[in-house]
């Protein structure tokens, strides 16, 4: 016997039966009667074998020659049916049990199946609330309250918390919603500025704007929020020139082309995040995690940087010409083909004379004491400055680039030669 769905729900809901015991459903309802026929003749042959089977199988044991019955034949007649009725007890147990097997298979099926339905009607409930919870933090993040603004935020980090199909899609919104508060340089005139020695400019070190408290809230949640693997934010071509930064989480963030001159990024984490042809000119960097970062063809002119994790990172053609590292760790760091005229390393850890020759450096290149003393530096540096004057030879540089300029491309080719 089939149990009968849960409710209408299940009843419209439930799932397919296993072809065999389908089959078996359909065989019992469309022949009853050979099912109550097979079980009245199981009966009765039950029961003339309980009465007759002993004359039939063991007459020759219950009669003498003489066609007598023996003493015996009562404890015959009592053991064969004995012996029968054990039979049948036995195969109705089995049958009992088998039933209660098939019974239990069925129960199992109704009640994996309302689980499932459960389970699947409670994700579309979430994902409803998700939903609902989405459009009204998008709502909050157009708000012209900061503090709405500011719960907007907070409300698309718990729902990334909440729905890792959702983290993408937050990752996107939050990462628009910098890039529209922190525009493009030249998008208002700002970008005119790019490409020029900091020292031409008159920099004023530590003059910097405060960066809004939603764009500074918005930046730390996509931050502290990735993890490898994941969604990075596109942070691409964003616009904070002259911002305090300090203490930003920006692990694994897309900048690449990102003008960030004269930015104060003290204390603020960069680990991993991609910064290729990004604008560092005389950008602040105290305790500042740059490990593993990809910094390829950056400019970093004049950048002040004290006590920066540099470990593992790629640094290949930066331009780093005047920069200032001060207890800098370079380890693992790949300095190919990086312009170091005027920079100021002689405090750093971990830098090697096999890493320091591939990169361009020269005599105005102040390096710790026993790579300055190393015969490869030296030969180094007397073949750039061999190769810079030979250029300096065939003509005038060309002009400064304007804020239209590669940020990753030197402001004066001929002064960084390829070796």
Same mark, same amino acid.
């Given at each position: 016997?089939?149990?009968?769905?849960?409710?209408?729900?299940?009843?419209?809901?439930?799932?397919?039966?296993?072809?065999?015991?389908?089959?078996?459903?359909?065989?019992?309802?469309?022949?009853?009667?050979?099912?109550?026929?097979?079980?009245?003749?199981?009966?009765?042959?039950?029961?003339?074998?309980?009465?007759?089977?002993?004359?039939?199988?063991?007459?020759?044991?219950?009669?003498?020659?003489?066609?007598?019955? &023996?003493?015996?034949?009562?404890?015959? &007649?009592?053991?064969?049916?004995?012996?029968?009725?054990?039979?049948?007890?036995?195969?109705?147990?089995?049958?009992?049990?088998?039933?209660?097997?098939?019974?239990?298979?069925?129960?199992?099926?109704?009640?994996?199946?309302?689980?499932?339905?459960?389970?699947?009607?409670?994700?579309?409930?979430?994902?409803?609330?998700?939903?609902?919870?989405?459009?009204?933090?998008?709502?909050?993040?157009?708000?012209?309250?900061?503090?709405?603004?500011?719960?907007?935020?907070?409300?698309?980090?718990?729902?990334?918390?909440?729905?890792?199909?959702?983290?993408?899609?937050?990752?996107?919104?939050?990462?628009?919603?910098?890039?529209?508060?922190?525009?493009?340089?030249?998008?208002?005139?700002?970008?005119?500025?790019?490409?020029?020695?900091?020292?031409?400019?008159?920099?004023?070190?530590?003059?910097?704007?405060?960066?809004?408290?939603?764009?500074?809230?918005?930046?730390?949640?996509?931050?502290?929020?990735?993890?490898?693997?994941?969604?990075?934010?596109?942070?691409?071509?964003?616009?904070?020139?002259?911002?305090?930064?300090?203490?930003?989480?920006?692990?694994?963030?897309?900048?690449?082309?990102?003008?960030?001159?004269?930015?104060?990024?003290?204390?603020?984490?960069?680990?991993?995040?991609?910064?290729?042809?990004?604008?560092?000119?005389?950008?602040?960097?105290?305790?500042?995690?740059?490990?593993?970062?990809?910094?390829?063809?950056?400019?970093?002119?004049?950048?002040?940087?004290?006590?920066?994790?540099?470990?593992?990172?790629?640094?290949?053609?930066?331009?780093?010409?005047?920069?200032?590292?001060?207890?800098?760790?370079?380890?693992? &760091?790949?300095?190919?083909?990086?312009?170091?005229?005027?920079? &100021?390393?002689?405090?750093?850890?971990?830098?090697?004379?096999?890493?320091?020759?591939?990169?361009?450096?020269?005599?105005?290149?102040?390096?710790?004491?026993?790579?300055?003393?190393?015969?490869?530096?030296?030969?180094?540096?007397?073949?750039?400055?061999?190769?810079?004057?030979?250029?300096?030879?065939?003509?005038?540089?060309?002009?400064?680039?304007?804020?239209?300029?590669?940020?990753?491309?030197?402001?004066?080719?001929?002064?960084?030669?390829?070796?």
């Amino acid at each position: 016997m089939r149990l009968p769905p849960v409710g209408d729900h299940a009843a419209m809901t439930m799932e397919t039966p296993g072809r065999s015991d389908q089959q078996r459903d359909r065989w019992y309802k469309h022949h009853p009667r050979w099912a109550w026929t097979a079980g009245i003749v199981g009966t009765a042959a039950f029961v003339v074998l309980l009465i007759w089977g002993p004359w039939w199988i063991e007459g020759h044991h219950l009669r003498d020659d003489k066609g007598q019955l &023996v003493s015996s034949a009562g404890i015959i &007649v009592t053991g064969f049916r004995t012996m029968l009725i054990a039979i049948v007890a036995g195969a109705v147990a089995a049958a009992g049990l088998w039933y209660t097997h098939k019974s239990h298979q069925q129960t199992e099926k109704l009640f994996e199946h309302t689980r499932a339905k459960d389970r699947e009607q409670a994700e579309l409930t979430r994902e409803g609330q998700v939903t609902d919870r989405y459009v009204d933090a998008i709502k909050l993040l157009a708000s012209d309250k900061l503090h709405e603004r500011l719960g907007g935020i907070y409300s698309l980090e718990r729902i990334m918390q909440d729905s890792e199909k959702d983290r993408g899609t937050v990752t996107e919104v939050l990462a628009a919603f910098v890039r529209d508060k922190l525009p493009p340089s030249g998008a208002d005139g700002e970008g005119t500025q790019r490409g020029l020695d900091p020292e031409v400019r008159g920099l004023k070190e530590d003059h910097t704007s405060p960066l809004d408290a939603d764009v500074r809230s918005a930046i730390n949640v996509l931050g502290r929020n990735w993890e490898g693997g994941r969604a990075r934010a596109d942070l691409r071509t964003i616009n904070g020139a002259s911002l305090n930064m300090a203490e930003l989480d920006l692990r694994g963030a897309q900048l690449q082309r990102a003008y960030l001159a004269m930015a104060n990024l003290s204390d603020a984490n960069l680990s991993r995040a991609q910064l290729s042809r990004a604008n560092l000119d005389a950008t602040k960097l105290s305790h500042t995690n740059l490990a593993a970062a990809h910094l390829k063809w950056a400019r970093l002119s004049h950048a002040r940087m004290h006590h920066v994790d540099l470990t593992g990172a790629n640094l290949r053609g930066a331009l780093l010409s005047g920069a200032r590292m001060r207890q800098v760790a370079l380890e693992g &760091v790949d300095l190919a083909d990086a312009y170091l005229k005027g920079a &100021v390393l002689d405090e750093v850890s971990g830098l090697t004379a096999d890493v320091l020759c591939r990169a361009r450096i020269y005599q105005s290149t102040k390096l710790p004491t026993h790579l300055a003393q190393d015969p490869k530096v030296q030969a180094r540096i007397a073949h750039c400055e061999a190769l810079q004057r030979s250029l300096e030879a065939v003509g005038p540089p060309p002009p400064v680039p304007d804020g239209n300029s590669t940020p990753g491309q030197p402001a004066d080719p001929p002064s960084r030669p390829r070796s």
